[in-house]
C-alpha cells in the first residue's frame, strides 16, 4: 500500500475513533444517528481507498451499497425524529 493510501486510512480511522466517541457519549437520538452516519461514510471511504489501492472491483460495489444503506437509514432516523417532535 502506497503511502499516501497509509495517511488516508489514519486520517479515517481518526475520524472513526471520534464518531464512536459521539456514539458511546450518549446523549439524545439524533446525536447517536449522526454519529453512526459517520460511521458507516468512514468504513465507506475505507472501502474505496482500499478499493484505489488494491484495484479490486467488489469493494467499490460494496461502497456503493453501505452508502444507499447509510442514507436510508438517515433518512428513516430523520423522519422518525420528525414525527415525534410533532406529538
Known amino acids: 500500500m502506497s503511502t499516501i493510501g497509509l495517511v488516508l486510512l489514519g486520517i479515517l480511522a481518526a475520524a472513526a475513533v471520534l464518531g464512536v466517541a459521539r456514539v458511546l457519549r450518549g446523549g439524545r437520538l439524533g446525536d447517536r444517528a449522526v454519529g453512526f452516519d459517520l460511521l458507516s461514510a ?31 437509514t438517515s433518512v428513516t432516523v430523520a423522519r422518525y425524529l420528525e414525527s415525534r417532535s410533532g406529538r
Open 42 to 72: 468512514v468504513f465507506a471511504c475505507a472501502l474505496l481507498v482500499t478499493a484505489a489501492e488494491t484495484g479490486d472491483g467488489l469493494l467499490l460495489d460494496l461502497a456503493v451499497t453501505l452508502g444507499l444503506l447509510g442514507f436510508l
